[in-house]
């Protein structure tokens, strides 16, 4: 179990329990979060679930895989510490993790 | 006009496999569909990727399943209608007059959305300022590449379609790259090419830069890109392209009086009919309690969705459940020579 900050556009923060092994897209979807999309259900075969991944945890997740860098070309204002939420895997070390979503997905 | 006993709308794998269908209980359909071929999602998404969970075939491929399809309702010499998306319908008696963005027509008692998560439109660039000058100068897609010649072209993305026109429009214009990232996803032979272009000067590359704004009174003249620093630079332009993608979005479907629900479309599990009379849902774009978004759980929302249609296409008859193999009828619309 992990608590997750997910951040809207806006200013609005959710602080969510997200059991491990559940995806931190599956953890905005399953609680009504807007502002996350995913279209493709967490296949990596769309770019919306992207999330800007706060600094200072961004260096701490698990590495992206391939194939992620190239569907974040595809995002809406990818930056250097977009990832797709539905690449990252929950676990009891992302306790605290905080993750701002963008503008949009589209 | 166009009349039919079902329209389709989508010809991803759902929407396919629901043709059958209908073939199979003796209704003809037609199929729309935006893309410019056959396949949705499997084959604009994932062509070359495996696929392992479709029944009795172990292993296949995007384009593999759309490919057996397509063989699979052959017997059906069904229509399709590609490149175009329908804009309106409206219900005439008993039946759904629906219009096309391209100016078709058709007119059908049944309506089956197999649209997956929507039409796939290229994904724009995120600014305001570029929304004036598109489809003029601002394009996300090439249709007649002659009005590029002599030209400054800007082009924005890291994929195979950016590669290839900074390629090919190298030969007669100059042409700039950008990228947000160093690394290029297209083929490696077009990557390679493109730095060889870039080394003898024929065209310019710029990496780990995005889109901040054009600029230009009424005709586009220059467009200012900006790193994750901050920093910002200008480069003229004629016509900046950007290849970013598709995304995928509902669109008039919105505008159809269905209920929505978080982009997807509620149904009764019996047809499949949704709230409106001889609209049904199936695949990724319907919801029930219990709904898994895969292909073979659209394949069975297509067959319901079928016979659902058949009431409605053949109001006098009653439907006779038959299977492929042993009925004589199923048989002879499977095109199937009988002793």
Redesign the interface.
Known sequence: MAKITYIEHGGQKHEIDVANGLTVMEGAVQNDIPGI?A???G?M????CHVYVKEDWFPKLPNKENGE??ML??A?????NSRLSCQITVSDELNGLVVHLP?KQ? | MIKTDALIIGAGPTGLFCAHQLGIIGLKCEIVDNLDKIGGQCIELYPDKPIYDIPAIPQCTGEELTNNLIEQIKPFNINFHLSDRVQEIKKEKENWRVKTLKGKEFLTPNIVIAGGVGSFEPRKFPTKSTDKFDGKTVLYSIKDKTIFKDKSVVIFGGGDSALDWAIELSKSSKVTLIHRRDEFRGAQSSVDKVKELQKNNKLEIFTKYSMKDVKGNGKLESVEIKDDDGNSKLISADYVLGFFGLIMQLGPILDWGLNIDKKTIPVNTETFETNKQGIFAIGDICTYPGKLKLILSGFHEGALAARGCFKYARPDEKLRFEFTTTSKAVQNRLGLKND
Do not use: L, N
């Open positions: 999309d279209d493709c259900g296949s075969a769309c770019a919306t860098d190239d070309d595809q809406y204002e990818p930056k250097a503008e589209v």
